[in-house]
């Protein structure tokens, strides 16, 4: 089983910077496509970015594009997301997920972007961003 641990989340004011880390367990974690989805209180999760298996291709929401990096060193068995720029509305839970085999025979936004086809999820770490 593929265990995802997410750390790095805190309270920053806006326009302040965080970077989230998610470690990941087995040797297979360079199989699975990586992503970062949040939930805000009373509102469905939604996605925020996605990373191939490889490294080579990124995927961010709208919202966070020029804000957020996504990155992943295979060799350390990790994943990071980091933030700059944060906005008050960037407040919510940020949950590590990995992506089932969908994810690493099409590395498209339309599959990694989509909550769907990921497999395993970590428990989430929380972000406030003051105003």
């Known amino acids: 089983q593929v265990k995802l641990v997410e750390s790095g989340g805190g309270l920053v004011q806006a326009g302040g910077s965080l970077r989230l880390s998610c470690a990941a367990s087995?040797?297979?974690?360079?199989?699975?496509?990586m992503g970062w989805f949040r939930q805000a209180p009373g509102k469905e999760r939604e996605f925020v970015a996605a990373i191939n298996w490889s490294g080579g291709s990124a995927y961010y929401a709208d919202s966070v594009k020029g804000r957020f990096t996504i990155s992943r060193d295979n060799a350390k068995n990790t994943v990071y997301l980091q933030m700059n720029s944060l906005k008050p509305e960037d407040t919510a839970v940020y949950c590590c997920?990995?992506?089932?085999?969908?994810?690493?025979?099409?590395?498209?936004?339309?599959?990694?972007?989509?909550?769907?086809?990921?497999?395993?999820w970590g428990q989430g770490t929380q972000v406030t961003v003051s105003s």
């Open positions: 997920a990995a992506g089932g085999a969908t994810t690493r025979l099409r590395g498209t936004y339309a599959v990694l972007g989509d909550k769907s086809h990921y497999d395993y």
């Open positions: 087995g040797r297979t974690f360079s199989s699975y496509a």
